[in-house]
């Protein structure tokens, strides 16, 4: 069946309604669809997984390779707001009708002399993409695994460099019970021969297991790179190179100079490749953006946005938080997944939060602002109940904000977190810049 279908918001709904499950393992189908487009590359490729990372070490290396010159392309996953996000060429996330002709290009593969196949709508849309990225004239491209590793989508290209970020416990459903089963998963992007950059300081034995087992060129953050630093610069130190009097990344927050550092290690690896010099290292760790990671917009009062959505990330938007100083009142906004631990995640950053807007968000996977709040009030007894916390649920993200800056004084801050759902909710309309009822 030939379908034709001239607009990207056709294409992403007829990806939507071609197979049952959002999410389906495996690599089969996709590997052999790509097959079928004659899929390559011909510029090095870069896949980042791990659990937590993953995008702001994506924008780290596009950030180095622009400054050094580089044509850059990159696939991330999930977008915030628009889908277009998911691909950026040279810094700029494409327009909507440059995709439409690689939609066409997989939906012809996947049926292609009757044969059809079954696509899950991220293999259908990671095609299309990449499609876009190997027939555009790029130096190198870097990928972020959607989920896990092994069978995610992006593991049918062969990577010339690996990047294994921060593992813990998440979607067990799909990658297991524990940070062994999953860093398995994660492993599985990994080659023989080629570097693979493991930049969490206490990796699962399985990774370094498979790499050894698969002889890959294991890079491990503490004994193939390090940095060191101090309040004004930082430094960071590989095989058979050194940056020092480093200015801090533009992408705030605790764990960023872990994913720097694996970001630079893997410049290193690629080197004769893709010679970066300090310049660009420099430049492009300054001036690096990346919306919704610890991304704070300034204003009466603050404004904090960021993705955090499993106890491990959200450990570090609290000791982020914590850092920021005193404010009279925090208020969260907080909208999750039903599948997340919430218990976990809501008690790390419970002692700074004063007030809580529990919001729906739109999907079906989402836990409801109800449920949230019965979760928060079930904790809250555990813990004792130390001290009275108001809470109110909201039908959007949107919503709760405009509560929260009704009720905020203009030296409080409030902080928009639990999923790219919740923090996409609050850009739909651009980035807020709030403004205390109390100023007026």
């Known amino acids: 069946m030939h379908t034709t279908i001239d607009t990207l918001d056709g294409w992403l709904a007829h990806c939507e309604r071609l197979h049952p499950q959002t999410i389906e393992l495996g690599l ?28 702001s070490t994506c924008a780290m290396l596009e950030a180095v390779a622009r400054e050094a010159g580089y044509r850059t392309g990159v696939y991330s996953s999930p977008h915030l707001v628009h889908f277009e996000e998911r691909c950026r060429l040279r810094g700029e996330s494409v327009e909507a009708a440059d995709l439409i002709a690689h939609f066409a ?30 027939q555009a004239p790029l130096d190198v491209v870097i990928l972020e695994v959607g989920l896990g ?10 990577a010339d460099c690996m990047v294994i970020t921060s593992i813990d416990v998440d979607h067990v459903e799909y990658l297991g019970p524990d940070r062994e089963s999953i860093g398995r998963e994660k492993a599985g992007i990994m080659r023989t021969g080629k570097p693979v950059i493991v930049s969490d300081p206490v990796p699962p034995q399985s990774v370094i297991d498979h790499a050894l087992e698969i002889g890959a060129d294991l890079w491990r953050f503490g004994q193939d790179f390090n940095f060191s630093g101090d309040k004004q610069q930082w430094a ?18 605790a764990n960023q100079l872990m994913n720097a550092s694996g970001a630079l290690a893997a410049l290193e690896a690629l080197r004769e490749r893709l010679p970066v010099t300090a310049q660009a290292v420099r430049n492009g760790l300054a001036m690096v953006e990346l919306p919704g990671r610890f991304q704070i917009v300034p204003g009466q009062p603050a404004l904090v946005l960021d993705v955090a959505h499993n106890p491990h990330s959200v450990a570090a938007l609290t000791a982020n938080l914590d850092a920021m100083g005193y404010f009279p009142t925090t208020h969260a906004v907080f909208g999750a997944m039903t599948d997340k631990e919430l218990g976990p995640m809501l008690a790390k950053v419970a002692p700074l939060v004063d007030r809580w807007y529990f919001t729906d968000l739109p999907t079906a996977r989402a836990a409801t602002a109800a ?28 919503e ?41």
């Open 28 to 55: 089969e189908r996709v590997s052999e669809v790509a097959r079928r487009m004659a899929l390559h590359f011909d510029c090095p490729v870069i896949t980042v997984a791990g659990t937590n990372g993953k995008g």
């Open 105 to 134: 290009a997989v939906e012809s593969a996947r049926t292609q002399n009757g044969q059809d196949l079954s696509l899950s709508y991220f293999e259908f849309t990671t095609l299309a993409i990449l499609r876009l990225l190997s």
């Open 149 to 158: 590793g092994r069978l995610d989508a992006t593991n049918i290209i062969d």
């Open 236 to 253: 960071w130190a590989g095989r058979g190179r050194r940056y020092a009097g480093l200015g801090y990344p533009a992408l705030r927050g």
């Open 371 to 398: 449920v949230l709040q019965q979760k928060w009030n079930a904790w809250q007894m555990v813990a004792g109940g130390q001290r009275v916390v108001p809470t109110a649920i909201f039908a959007s993200p949107q």
């Open 400 to 440: 709760a904000l405009d509560a929260a800056v009704v009720a905020a004084d203009p030296a409080d801050r409030i902080v928009v977190f639990g999923s790219f759902y919740t923090v996409g909710g609050v850009l739909l309309n651009g980035t807020p810049r709030l403004h205390s009822k109390h100023l007026d």
